[in-house]
């Protein structure tokens, strides 16, 4: 009776596990097709994302000692490529690593022109990032038909006071300068060369417009969203342009960065908040969105997006923007 009992139970058992693994078995087959009835319209969802899909396509402009792509490694860290996930037309300019804003400011003009060429638009959306922001007022100064917005990020308006240190370190005519300007210009060629954009390097043309006093010439030719107070915004909209900035505030935001140390080093001479190279009162222009955990590495989501993690993503500041050109008819 005892090994009867123990049969049954047996047998209870075994169809019990087999009618569960029917049940898993129609379970999954249910889940299965659920899933592939529900992947198109995840794909239709995906294809719909266009809360980055501006009007006009948006060109990205690099600052100083700034490329496109280089060894598969964007200057514009992920950047890009988010951008058109969320549905804008993206460029990335390529203009000289150094030179003056004016020299690349026609070197992006060039560009701009060719980008409406090529996808028909009317403007476009510039971004600059350091020196790209001098060098996009530029091409909205001499061609505002041609600008819908102009958005910089981190760039010295008012000149970097690192850059006013190693103009009285470097005096004119002093054998240093010479040697410094030289070993600046072959770094910048070998950028250029690297990233396959063969242009004319001027190191010295890059300082004389990144200080103070050559800001302030550069200022009184093309003043459109300059801000009249030393830590104010300008004015929003000028000549039909649109324009916007933010800046970074934290010099070192990860220990792992080994650029932030760098960063840390130069940022002692602004003696107010700043991202390592620009102060943040410099960096206003027209709206001024507000500062960041980021510093002047960080603002474009390098070294490979090592960043402050508790900061905003630099990623999501771009998209963000172009959420608010989109709304703004841009």
Same mark, same amino acid.
């Given at each position: 009776?005892? $090994?009867m009992k123990r049969?049954?139970?047996?047998?209870?058992?075994?169809?019990?596990?087999?009618?569960?693994?029917?049940?898993?078995?129609?379970?999954?087959?249910?889940?299965?097709?659920?899933?592939?009835?529900?992947?198109?319209?995840?794909?239709?969802?995906?294809?719909?994302?266009? @809360?980055?899909?501006?009007?006009?396509?948006? %060109?990205?402009?690099?600052?100083?000692?700034?490329?496109?792509?280089?060894?598969?490694?964007? !200057?514009? !860290?992920?950047?890009?490529?988010?951008?058109?996930?969320?549905?804008?037309?993206?460029?990335?300019?390529?203009?000289?690593?150094?030179?003056? +804003?004016?020299?690349?400011?026609?070197?992006?003009?060039?560009?701009? &022109?060719?980008?409406?060429?090529?996808?028909?638009?009317? &403007?476009?959306?510039?971004?600059?990032?350091?020196?790209?922001?001098?060098?996009?007022?530029?091409?909205?100064?001499?061609?505002?038909?041609? %600008?819908? @917005?102009?958005?910089?990020?981190?760039?010295?308006?008012?000149?970097?006071?690192?850059?006013?240190?190693?103009? /009285?370190?470097?005096?004119?005519?002093?054998?240093? $300068?010479?040697?410094?300007?030289?070993?600046?210009?072959?770094?910048?060629?070998?950028?250029?060369?690297? +990233?396959?954009?063969?242009?004319?390097?001027?190191?010295?043309?890059?300082?004389? @417009?990144?200080?103070?006093?050559g800001s302030a &010439?550069?200022?009184?030719?093309?003043?459109?969203?300059?801000?009249?107070?030393?830590?104010?915004?300008?004015?929003?909209?000028?000549?039909?342009?649109?324009?916007?900035?933010?800046?970074?505030?934290?010099?070192?935001?990860?220990?792992?960065?080994?650029?932030? !140390?760098?960063? +840390?080093?130069? @940022?002692?001479?602004?003696?107010?908040? /700043?991202?390592?190279?620009?102060?943040?009162?410099? =960096?206003?222009?027209?709206?001024?969105?507000?500062?960041?955990?980021?510093?002047? #590495?960080?603002?474009?989501?390098?070294?490979?997006?090592? $960043?402050?993690?508790?900061? %905003? =993503?630099?990623?999501?500041?771009?998209? /963000?923007?172009?959420?608010? #050109?989109?709304?703004?008819?841009?």
């Open positions: 009776m005892i $090994r049969n049954a139970a047996s047998r209870t058992e075994a169809t019990g596990s087999k009618q569960g693994g029917a049940a898993r078995r129609t379970a999954g087959a249910l889940l299965v097709c659920g899933m592939l009835a529900l992947a198109p319209l995840a794909q239709t969802a995906q294809a719909a994302n266009t @809360s980055a899909q501006t009007a006009y396509p948006i %060109v990205l402009v690099h600052g100083m000692l700034g490329f496109d792509t280089i060894a598969g490694i964007d !200057y514009w !860290y992920g950047i890009p490529g988010e951008l058109r996930a969320q549905g804008a037309k993206v460029f990335v300019a390529e203009v000289a690593a150094t030179n003056s +804003s004016e020299v690349r400011g026609e070197q992006l003009l060039k560009q701009v &022109k060719d980008v409406l060429a090529l996808t028909g638009a009317s &403007k476009v959306n510039l971004i600059g990032h350091s020196h790209g922001g001098p060098t996009a007022r530029y091409v909205s100064g001499v061609a505002p038909q041609l %600008v819908a @917005s102009v958005t910089t990020v981190g760039s010295p308006h008012r000149g970097s006071k690192v850059a006013d240190v190693l103009g /009285n370190t470097l005096p004119d005519g002093s054998i240093s $300068r010479a040697v410094v300007v030289s070993v600046v210009n072959a770094f910048s060629s070998l950028i250029s060369i690297l +990233s396959g954009n063969n242009t004319p390097q001027n190191g010295l043309g890059a300082l004389d @417009s990144l200080n103070t006093a &010439k550069f200022n009184a030719k093309f003043p459109d969203g300059v801000p009249t107070s030393a830590c104010g915004n300008g004015t929003e909209l000028v000549n039909g342009v649109r324009y916007f900035s933010w800046s970074g505030t934290q010099p070192l935001t990860n220990v792992f960065d080994a650029s932030d !140390y760098a960063l +840390s080093l130069t @940022s002692v001479v602004h003696g107010e908040p /700043n991202d390592g190279l620009a102060s943040a009162c410099s =960096s206003h222009l027209g709206t001024y969105l507000g500062s960041y955990r980021q510093n002047h #590495l960080d603002e474009v989501n390098q070294m490979l997006g090592l $960043r402050d993690l508790f900061s %905003v =993503s630099p990623v999501t500041l771009y998209v /963000n923007q172009a959420a608010r #050109l989109k709304q703004l008819g841009l």
